[in-house]
């Protein structure tokens, strides 16, 4: 059970890369045994792996049908951002408390996610979304609540094709996660609530923008 666990693990990451890529495309049945081919994994893990995916809302599923990749929405791109900003306000406004405040001392420079100078030289689109995905989860950490930690980390799944998208969207993406690090490391929560605010509000008036390059990239594969 330990070794399916670990397979379906595996499994799991090698379905997102290829989903968030593209390698699959919106509308593509997902067959079980054709996956498990690609990929050199075991049927069962392969199984367990796709309703993992379908919990975290990364592929979707058809009584009769079976899984298939999801056709992204703006409506859907724009409820993510909300979920987001939700979840990392509500860690920050904790981490800002006066209790957390009397414990920055004990937190560790950045959390222990990158650090500014790694996103330095014009990052690409992986990079910026790999960067993103460590900040946010270094945010809800702070919150010290599995609720929100597990929240944003399927977010963070849920949103990363979408992420990959938006360094052509917005030609600053780089620049303006290196400030979010810099707030965050420098544990100026006030100042980094009300940017990632800003962060997101972008996001939501560019929702369809994102959408229709998303569906670009898709079929330039």
């Known amino acids: 059970m330990h070794m399916i666990g670990a397979n379906a693990e595996t499994a799991y990451d090698l379905l997102e890369d290829r989903i968030a890529l593209y390698k699959y495309r919106p509308g593509m049945r997902l067959s079980p045994d054709q996956l498990s081919n690609d990929i050199h994994i075991g049927l069962t893990p392969t199984r367990t792996a796709l309703q993992w995916l379908h919990r975290d809302g990364l592929i979707g599923h058809q009584h009769g049908q079976g899984y298939y990749v999801k056709t992204p929405s703006a409506d859907e791109c724009a409820g993510l951002y909300r979920g987001n900003r939700i979840q990392l306000d509500g860690a920050l406004a904790l981490a800002d408390a006066p209790a957390a405040n009397n414990n920055k001392d004990n937190t560790s420079r950045g959390n222990g996610i990158l650090n500014p100078e790694d996103l330095e030289g014009g990052p690409d689109a ?87 390059a998303s569906f670009a990239r898709a079929f330039r594969q």
């Open 126 to 212: 992986g990079a910026i979304n790999h960067a993103t995905a460590h900040l946010f989860a270094g945010i809800a950490s702070l919150a010290a609540s599995e609720i929100v930690i597990r929240a944003v980390q399927t977010i963070n799944s849920r949103l990363r094709f979408i992420r990959l998208i938006e360094a052509d969207v917005f030609d600053d993406a780089g620049r303006e996660l290196n400030d979010l690090y810099s707030l965050m490391n420098d544990r100026d929560y006030e100042a980094l609530r009300a940017s990632i605010g800003l962060y997101h509000d972008r996001r939501l008036a560019a929702a369809q923008e994102i959408i229709d």
